[in-house]
């Protein structure tokens, strides 16, 4: 079965400077997509990138940015000028590819929060 | 707007009490699921449906059920609730074949079971 580690579960970072938060996944599949997720205070689940695992070259969103590296699986995640918005739960979470068998069932990590001191 | 929308967003009951929490999806998304989240376990999946009709269980399933019997609502229904199942629950959704991964999520409904 497919596993999502989150192993710091706080991280503080002050605005404006960068921060990285780790994530580490488990399985035997070739093919398939991962994913950072936030959930601010509002417990709103909002996507804020993915990668496929196929692509070598790793996702950027703006400020967001992974590392993703497939033989190691690991896909960090990097956040560029820190804003107070982006304080929340981060939740890492995988997904089997669907020509896998697999369907859209995503298994997550237990989450990291992060605080961003002004 | 597309949007999964859940009720309630916040209920209290008691222990024994059959309650139903509705799902509705408005992107015409096969595939629904419903997740809930708990302090230190991240988000852990209760049921999911591929389609109408379609029902499959989860990782925590018991205590729960489920139906789809139209493409857009998924109803979580907790037939005898326990304090056990005090949580915060999502319902999401996606448009199978898509290939994503990708899941829509509602708002989530915080349950209290007394």
């Known amino acids: 079965a497919q596993t999502v580690t989150q192993s710091q579960p706080e991280m503080s970072v002050q605005e404006a400077e960068t921060v990285t938060l780790s994530c580490t996944y488990d399985t035997s599949e070739s093919d398939y997509y991962l994913f950072w997720y936030k959930q601010p205070p509002s417990r709103q689940m909002i996507l804020v990138i993915r990668?496929?695992?196929?692509?070598?070259q790793n996702a950027t969103e703006n400020r967001f940015s992974v590392n993703f590296q497939k033989a190691a699986k690991s896909f960090s995640l990097k956040i560029s000028d820190s804003q107070l918005g982006d304080a929340a739960m981060y939740f890492c979470a995988y997904a089997p590819a669907l020509t896998q068998g697999g369907s859209e069932k995503l298994v997550f990590g237990k989450g990291m929060k992060l605080t961003v001191n002004p | 707007e597309a949007q999964v929308t859940q009720n309630p967003r916040y209920l209290i009951t008691v222990t024994g009490k059959k309650l139903t929490v509705t799902c509705s999806q408005n992107m015409n998304h096969e595939y629904m699921s419903w997740y809930r989240q708990d302090p230190g376990l991240g988000l852990r999946q209760i049921y999911y449906?591929?389609?109408?009709?379609?029902?499959d269980k989860g990782d925590v399933p018991e205590g729960y059920k489920v139906s789809r019997k139209e493409k857009r609502n998924f109803p979580l229904i907790l037939e005898s609730p326990s304090p056990n199942q005090t949580s915060l629950y999502f319902c999401a959704s996606s448009l199978r074949g898509s290939g994503t991964g990708e899941l829509f999520f509602g708002e989530g409904s915080r349950l209290t079971v007394l």
């Open positions: 990668q496929e695992a196929y692509k070598q």
């Open positions: 449906s591929m389609n109408v009709e379609v029902t």
